[in-house]
């Protein structure tokens, strides 16, 4: 009588009343053959990822997404260097020696290392995207970096698995997981992109508006989208309640009906996004918008401005609404001032939805 099962990567074997053990470890050039795979597999597919992207985010917002990967390719670097070959080869060596359950407590107290390492990485991103956006310098980075951090966790914790798989001589988890992990980056972050995109461009196509605002063609309307949403990031986090946009430009439009559409903007307590708000020829208009603003708001209210967004020489600054009447704007500008509920908080502008304890 003769049966086999397998555990692991060893295969015990009963015949004729003895129960033996069969190695069933890949050989060299197997294993050599499915990193290949894998590894071309994943330049293929990221391949396919990184051209869609960047057409679909621009230079905006494709500068904010490569500089987040910077901080987290350095820092999820620095967290596995040179520790998954450390456990493949701990654990080969003790396979050799039949010490299968040494090698296991090996794969055990490496999980847990990768976990803290990868959990103190993490907190380390979060806390840090400002200093880091701050140091690439991109400021509107911030917020990228922010959502990148939990994968520092999930790559520390693959790499204790890829290590002992290794040294088990099996390079299908390895490869495996490794397009696993590139196919899911591209779903999610084309998917993801396209849904933040789709939103306003549906509007645009529906109604020819943007956020209740028109404009002259598509371009124009994606522009401001971006100029918008990036802005919004760079400050904090000022547009998470209703908002209105208003262009000081009266090229178009009359100064009267401008202002009127200001004031009653603050009568009905949004945020107020102001995109080109001063130029050589009409230097004060911010001035006498924020003028009649006061008639309505608190001199202290939080309000903000950027200048250059996604450009080089980006730069913010968060003031009180008596302050930006004097500040210095130009065309390359946007303002941000805050409704009767938006607070600064440390360096920020933060507009609460108004649910409870929020």
């Known amino acids: 009588m003769w049966y086999g099962i397998t555990i692991g990567q060893v295969r015990f074997e009963k015949a004729g009343g003895q129960l033996r053990k069969t190695d069933q470890k890949q050989g060299f050039v197997q294993g050599a053959m499915i990193l290949m795979i894998g590894t071309v597999t994943v330049k293929v597919v990221s391949m396919l990822f990184k051209i869609p992207i960047s057409n679909m985010l621009g230079g905006t917002g494709y500068s904010y997404f490569t500089n987040a990967y910077e901080i987290f390719n350095l820092i999820s670097t620095i967290a596995t260097a040179g520790f998954p070959v450390a456990i493949s080869k701990l654990v080969s060596e003790n396979s050799v020696l039949g010490r299968y359950r040494d090698s296991r407590k090996i794969f055990r107290i490496s999980r847990l290392f990768f976990l803290l390492t990868g959990f103190l990485c993490m907190v380390v991103m979060i806390l840090g995207a400002g200093t880091f956006a701050a140091m690439i310098p991109n400021p509107g980075a911030r917020l990228s970096i922010i959502c990148l951090a939990p994968a520092v966790l999930t790559c520390c914790l693959m790499s204790a698995y890829r290590g002992y798989y290794q040294g088990m001589q099996n390079m299908y988890p390895t490869s495996i997981s490794q397009i696993i992990e590139a196919v899911t980056k591209m779903i999610f972050g084309l998917g993801l992109s396209g849904a933040v995109l789709y939103l306003p461009q549906r509007e645009?196509?529906?109604?020819?508006?943007?956020?209740?605002?028109?404009?002259?063609?598509?371009?124009?309307?994606?522009?401001?989208?971006?100029?918008?949403?990036?802005?919004?990031?760079?400050?904090?986090?000022?547009?998470?309640?209703?908002?209105?946009?208003?262009?000081?430009?009266?090229?178009?439009?009359?100064?009267?009906?401008?202002?009127?559409?200001?004031?009653?903007?603050?009568?009905?307590?949004?945020?107020?996004?102001?995109?080109?708000?001063?130029s050589k020829k009409r230097a004060d208009y911010l001035k006498r918008a924020c003028e009649l603003i006061l008639k309505h708001r608190s001199p202290d209210t939080p309000c903000g401005y950027v200048r250059n967004i996604g450009r080089e020489g980006e730069t913010y600054y968060i003031c009180t609404l008596r302050e930006l009447e004097d500040a210095r704007t130009d065309m390359f500008t946007t303002v941000f001032i805050g409704n009767s509920q938006t607070r600064e908080l440390k360096g920020h502008m933060i507009t609460p939805r108004g649910y409870e304890n929020g």
């Open 204 to 278: 645009y196509e529906t109604y020819g508006t943007v956020l209740g605002q028109s404009y002259a063609g598509q371009a124009q309307a994606q522009a401001v989208i971006a100029q918008l949403a990036s802005g919004a990031a760079v400050l904090g986090a000022p547009l998470i309640h209703d908002f209105a946009v208003i262009s000081l430009s009266d090229l178009l439009t009359p100064l009267e009906k401008i202002m009127t559409r200001v004031e009653l903007a603050v009568q009905a307590d949004f945020v107020l996004c102001f995109y080109n708000p001063a």
